[in-house]
């Protein structure tokens, strides 16, 4: 699992564009596939080598419906900062309180650093958990870099006076930042397969988890956000371990109130991260929506195999063409994951739901398989007599050999001579002549060119 590490602060400070600078690359990167864009809630920054993911938990809002400020220690108020505060504490490995340097310090950053030193756990040998590093952003000048000693009044450690917007002295703060993470842990020894069940609120989520393990574990509710906290369910089926993950229902950005829900989704993004198989269930009665495909986008970014699941299909009326149109509709609105199966359940009668964990296990031993060296080479070669890549510059691509490096997901390295050469519909064409040989159902494949001379 990456660390985490969450930007606190009131609205206004700078700390989506400080988001921006650090995942920015990546984001990008996601934004040229159409159909893959996630939420901006979150993402992965790359500083040094270490990888860490960074939380945008939107300003702390002093304010009474964003119109007239509330007096200062209002309960309101108090309470807002602390639910914001809290819930940054429990799910990070370290925080970045981000201030304004053009305003000085201000009674909320007053109030927010309380809070935060207040919730920090001291540890054994005396430090305190999780780190908080003080950022005092928009110090564009020599003034207001002199000025950021204001800031030691919070009593949080030397204030790094930074600018977002320039990346002015962020790597201070960075390299300070990644020295306080700990390790990336390596999945802890659990042989069970990990199943997350994903989706938006009121999906049906908690009832598939019920009518799979054959009770009723899960709170069962047509309130859409009753499941808060990822629930892991550890249960047999034929025999093999299975670790079922139930999730709070993924809104869409602007819909996701601050607080407790807005770190339920994070929880929900983290079940995903260390799933090896995501449900993904959408609402037949509302159709496939631009948020199931954000959602989908998110399990395709972290490589983790697939199964989409229609739920209240009972409350369909259907003709002999439905499941066909709404299986081309789907197919189309995640045509960045077109080897997904899909399947037309319904968690409350229990229709097909017996269909769901052998087409899981069937994607999980897909995600698996290895393919020899020889066959590998079989494929590539046959696809470059049928489709030559074509020159560029009058320079051409030639492919040597390629082999699996790895399982899990399956992924391949093609030996080339120029690596900058091989365009990316060119990838997809080579993934789509594996695939044809050995379907890797559900499962995304990462194909990976290497340099190497002649």
């Known amino acids: 699992m990456k660390p985490i590490v969450a930007l606190v602060g009131r609205p206004n400070v700078g700390k989506s564009t400080l988001f921006n600078r650090l995942v920015g690359e990546r984001m990008a990167i996601v934004d040229d596939t159409p159909g893959t864009t996630r939420d901006r809630l979150f993402g992965d920054a790359d500083w040094n080598g270490r990888v860490f993911t960074v ?19 209002s309960a309101e108020f108090i309470s807002d900062i602390r639910i914001q505060a809290q819930a940054a ?18 009674e909320p950053d007053r109030e927010v650093a309380e809070i935060l030193r207040r919730m920090q756990r001291k540890q054994s040998d005396g430090t305190f958990q999780p780190p908080i590093f003080l950022a005092v952003n928009k110090c564009e000048s020599r003034e ?4 950021a000693s204001e800031f030691y009044e919070l009593g949080l450690g030397d204030p790094y006076p930074i600018s977002a917007i ?31 069940i994903v989706g938006k609120p009121n999906a049906g989520k908690s009832s598939l988890l019920n009518k799979l393990v054959g009770e009723e574990r899960v709170i069962v509710s047509p309130i859409a956000g009753t499941t808060r906290d990822a629930i892991d369910m550890q249960y047999e089926y ?41 449900l993904l269930m959408i609402d037949a009665t509302t159709g496939i929506t631009a948020q199931d495909a954000h959602i989908a986008g998110f399990i395709k970014d972290e490589w983790k195999s697939c199964v989409v699941l229609v739920n209240k299909w009972d409350a369909i009326e259907k003709d002999g063409t439905t499941m066909d149109a709404y299986t081309a509709k789907i197919l189309n609105d995640l045509n960045f994951m077109s080897y997904v199966p899909i399947l037309y359940i319904s968690a409350k009668t229990g229709q097909r739901v017996d269909q769901v964990m052998p087409m899981a296990l069937r994607v999980q031993e897909e995600r698996l398989a290895r393919l020899t060296t020889s066959k590998i080479n079989e494929i590539i070669h046959k696809a ?21 490096v ?31 040989e050995y379907g890797f159902l559900g499962t995304p494949v990462r194909i990976i060119t290497k340099g190497r001379r002649e």
């Open 384 to 404: 470059q007599d049928a489709h030559p890549h074509p020159s560029h510059a009058g320079r051409a691509l030639k492919m040597f050999y390629g082999t699996q």
């Open 144 to 147: 207001r870099r002199d000025s």
């Open 238 to 278: 034929d025999g093999l371990p299975i670790t079922l993950i139930d999730t709070a229902g993924i809104r869409r950005r602007g819909k996701i109130e601050k607080g407790v829900e807005e770190y339920s989704v994070i929880r929900s993004f983290k079940a995903i991260e260390r799933a090896d198989v995501a």
């Open 55 to 73: 939380i945008d938990t939107g300003g702390i809002d002093p304010t009474h419906g964003g119109r007239t400020p509330l007096s200062v220690g």
């Open 89 to 106: 504490i429990q799910e990070a490995d370290a925080v970045l309180f981000i201030t304004d340097g053009e305003t000085g310090v201000t």
């Open 406 to 436: 790895r399982s899990d997901p399956p992924t391949f390295m093609i030996y080339v001579n120029e690596p900058s050469l091989m365009h990316f519909t060119y990838l997809r064409y080579l993934e789509n002549q594996i695939r044809a």
């Open 166 to 196: 320039h990346g002015t002295d962020t790597g201070d703060l960075l390299d300070a930042l990644i020295n306080a993470l700990p390790e990336q842990k390596e999945d802890e020894q659990d042989e069970s397969i990990k199943i997350a």
